[in-house]
């Protein structure tokens, strides 16, 4: 596991060990420019001619910690002070004088066009408005300057809690940040202008932090293979749950076919489909493991039975808008007494129906929207709903008792009480229609083996992310399917396992 705190929780593990601990501030920032410089040794980069741009905060003091470093090593440093001399911190002053007392010079602007690294020292994690004017042409000009580039705890202009461009950001090819990774740097479009992200520990105590509060965290494949369901040698079908599939319309079996498949791929020991009446042939067909059963019109007693039946229960994919699909999600939600995973259009039904949003409060479900379902559920727009992924997560899961799998290029999982999980996985090789249906079958699958909700949520969605990864090594981002997908859910898994 690994935690990514916003810049309000850095900054508080900062304070805390400079006033708590009694860690000089000076003393962070030489482990800081040590950290930098020793990184680029590990790379190899190149060394004789370096570019630093320093700002007046303690991020800029980190550049002059470096400065004086590398010009001991005998770099040529050519230091440009961006900042207001009135608006240093103390420790930027100590640290400027330090790097003049050294033989250093600093400059106002720089005039080459030719360095072998930049290194960006403008704007730390404290940034809260957009780089302009000056300082946005500054920016420009540093990314449009040959040599690597290497950005000091995170590239200027790129927002440490929601890795949204402030404006303008900086390129970076290494960005070297201090002891734990910002959420930032993990979103997009942030994490499109980090390069290579390293960790460094310089001995910031962050355990007070991530001990309160919601901090975000993400995963490995070893803390995937301890989520796993067991799979005990003297088991049967009945041992690894029973799922009831509520999927499909007219025209749209193939949806079901992928939430079945995907919860068969997963473990999940019998899965029931109940579907329009047309799709049960095709079904049969295509999944013959299943048992299929159909409606033509809505039947009140033989849903009651079903519910009855099933361990967890999936609704939503592909069960189009009629009055009957309606009728069946308000069943499911007030007859329903298993954990109950809410998708596709059954979360379209959820947002023309909000008064049945008061049946969800017991903490049974897990709803899955992608950033537009989301928007119809809550009433907000897709641009204010990006702005603050985890504060509406927070509120959403609060307000509702559930389990929120927020879809997206990087995916969020939460639930009240929880920290927030960040999915780090997968590709744009799954950005096709039917990914959404494997990814349902996925977690109801889970939900059946007896996962509860959220460590069903968090496992599906890594691992629906890593089968993405697989297929899209061997099949060429172009080309995957969502029925090629469930294929690789195995190898998923055997690799989680055996890594």
């Known amino acids: 596991m690994e935690y990514l705190l916003d810049a309000a929780q850095m900054k508080a593990a900062d304070s805390y060990t400079i006033t708590e601990l009694g860690v000089p501030s000076l ?50 440093v050519e230091m440009v002070f961006a900042g207001r001399m009135e608006s240093r911190t103390e420790a930027t002053i100590c640290q400027m004088e ?16 030719d360095y072998d690294v930049v290194i960006d020292a403008l704007f730390g994690v404290g940034l809260t408005r957009d780089i302009t004017g000056n300082y ?9 300057l040959t040599g690597k580039k290497l950005a000091v705890d995170i590239p200027s202009g790129i927002s440490a809690s ?83 599939l509520i999927a499909g319309s007219r025209g749209m079996a193939g949806a079901a076919f992928f939430s079945a498949c995907a919860a068969y791929r997963t473990g ?5 489909i109940y579907t329009a009446e047309e799709n049960r042939g095709i079904l049969q067909a295509l999944i013959p493991e299943a048992i299929v059963s159909g409606y033509e019109q809505f039947n009140e007693n033989e849903l009651r039975a079903k519910l009855d039946w099933a361990d967890t229960v ?75 992924r985890k504060k509406l997560l927070e509120s959403f899961t609060k307000q509702y008792g559930v389990t929120l799998v927020q879809k997206d290029a990087r995916t969020f999982v939460g639930e009240a009480g ?36 959220y460590d069903a949520a968090v496992l599906g969605v890594y691992l629906h992310g890593l089968a993405g990864e697989l297929a899209g090594d061997s099949l060429g981002s172009y080309s995957v399917l969502a029925g090629e997908l469930t294929d690789y859910i195995g190898t998923a898994i055997k690799k989680v396992m055996n890594d």
């Open 27 to 76: 003393e962070l920032m030489e482990r800081a420019a040590e950290a930098c410089v020793n990184a680029m040794e590990r790379e190899g980069w190149s060394a004789d001619r370096v570019l630093i741009v320093c700002g007046s905060g303690n991020n800029g003091g980190d550049g002059f910690a470096i400065g004086r470093i590398l010009i001991g090593k005998g770099t040529d």
């Open 98 to 113: 330090r790097f003049l007392q050294t033989g250093g010079s600093v400059h106002a602007e720089f005039v080459a066009e």
């Open 136 to 144: 946005s042409e500054l920016v420009n000009q540093m990314n449009r």
């Open 162 to 244: 929601t890795g949204s461009v402030m404006g303008t950001a900086f390129q970076a090819d290494m960005t070297v940040t201090f002891q734990e990774k910002k959420v930032g740097l993990c979103l997009f479009p942030g994490c499109e202008y980090t390069g290579k992200v390293v960790a460094a520990d310089i001995g910031i105590d962050a355990s007070s932090v991530i001990g309160q509060g919601n901090v975000c965290y993400t995963i490995g494949n070893e803390d995937a293979a301890a989520m796993l369901p067991a799979r005990p040698s003297d088991s049967h079908k009945g041992t690894f749950g029973k799922l009831l």
């Open 268 to 272: 999940a020991g019998l899965v029931q």
């Open 314 to 388: 999936c609704i939503g994919p592909g069960i189009g808008m009629s009055e009957i699909s309606e009728h069946i999600l308000n069943t499911v939600l007030k007859e329903g007494k298993v954990p109950c995973m809410i998708d596709a259009d059954g979360l379209n039904l959820l947002a023309e129906n909000p008064k049945l949003m008061g049946c969800l409060s017991d903490g049974n479900y897990v709803l899955t929207p992608h950033m537009k379902e989301l928007s119809r559920l809550t009433g907000c727009s897709v641009e204010n709903l990006k702005k603050d």
């Open 418 to 453: 929880r920290y927030t999980y960040v999915n780090r996985t997968g590709n744009a090789s799954m950005a096709k229609a039917g990914s959404g249906d494997v990814l349902a079958g996925m977690i109801a699958g889970f939900m059946a083996q007896g996962r509860t909700p």
